[in-house]
């Protein structure tokens, strides 16, 4: 995680919550519990690896202390409470902004930074699940907050707006992903051919929209998969957010 001189010299971090200060390596475990061969990097991958085995219903402190070979109390050294494991976990697996397209005009730019996060989210089912109550405070998160400022640079919109657009374009790729990982595990469990389904209920008058959308084939995925299907549509509404930025910019 990163050392605590990345943040400025001159703000006291004092006041900080203590899962803002331990994601940013400015305040180390305390003195309670084993020291040998386990550490805050270790039992936040650990909570990560059960997350993504079991989901964020499975994770517990106890689940956890298991999957290191520890005892429960011995976590508390490095943690206070499982929602503060959370907010690491969040931050650790969402990672760095990588690979993303860094020339080129704004819309190119943000639409790679919004892809980015999307494919960064959707790589742990569990991340759309985490409780958003507060802005970003983790590197990790304010990186990718920071990448997609950037990617506005040369808009000449105001910093306000551009704050703005980055964060409606964020929680539209969260909402995005966390419809996604809703329809497939509905997909899994019920197996549900709507193609098929949907024209044994509903009538022709009554439905007319509906059933001209059904024949239309709007809800077959062709010869895709689902994972591919999802992105696909995730583009397409993605696209239209960026068309209506590219009036906001005057572009």
Same mark, same amino acid.
């Given at each position: 995680m990163p050392p605590?001189?990345? &943040? /400025?010299? %001159?703000?006291? @971090? +004092? @006041?900080?919550?203590?899962? !803002?200060?331990? +994601?940013?390596?400015?305040?180390?475990?305390?003195?309670?519990?084993?020291?040998?061969?386990?550490?805050?990097?270790? !039992?936040?991958?650990? #909570?990560?690896?059960?997350?993504? =085995?079991?989901?964020?219903?499975g994770l517990s402190m106890s689940r956890v202390a298991k999957q290191l070979g520890f005892t429960t109390m011995s976590l508390y050294r490095y943690v206070d409470s499982k929602d503060d494991l959370v907010e690491l976990m969040a931050d650790r697996a969402i990672g760095q902004p990588s690979g993303l397209v860094v020339s080129g005009g704004w819309r190119d730019r943000l639409e790679s930074w919004a892809l980015g996060?999307?494919?960064?989210?959707? #790589?742990?089912?569990?991340? /759309?699940?985490?409780?958003?109550? +507060?802005? /970003?405070?983790?590197?990790?998160? &304010?990186?990718?907050?920071?990448?997609?400022?950037?990617?506005? +640079?040369? @808009?000449?919109?105001?910093? %306000?707006?551009?704050l703005q657009v980055v964060l409606n374009v964020s929680l539209f790729v969260i909402g995005r992903a966390r419809f996604a990982l809703d329809l497939e595990r509905s997909a899994k469990a019920e197996q549900v051919d709507? =193609?098929?389904?949907? /024209?044994? &209920?509903?009538?022709?008058?009554? $439905?007319?929209?509906?059933? #001209?959308a059904i024949e239309g084939g709007a $809800?077959? #995925?062709? %010869?895709?998969?689902?994972?591919?299907?999802?992105?696909? %549509?995730f583009r397409f509404g993605l696209d239209r957010m960026l068309d209506g930025i590219e009036r906001l910019t005057g572009g």
């Open positions: 605590s001189n990345d &943040l /400025p010299d %001159d703000r006291s @971090t +004092a @006041t900080l919550p203590k899962a !803002v200060r331990l +994601a940013w390596g400015i305040e180390e475990p305390g003195t309670r519990g084993p020291r040998k061969g386990l550490s805050l990097e270790r !039992v936040v991958d650990a #909570a990560i690896e059960v997350a993504d =085995a079991e989901g964020l219903a996060e999307y494919r960064a989210v959707r #790589a742990h089912a569990w991340w /759309p699940e985490v409780t958003i109550s +507060a802005p /970003p405070t983790g590197p990790n998160n &304010l990186a990718w907050l920071e990448a997609g400022l950037q990617s506005l +640079a040369d @808009t000449g919109l105001s910093e %306000d707006r551009k709507y =193609a098929r389904l949907l /024209p044994l &209920l509903l009538d022709e008058k009554r $439905f007319p929209a509906l059933r #001209a $809800f077959d #995925a062709g %010869d895709e998969d689902d994972a591919h299907w999802l992105e696909h %549509d």
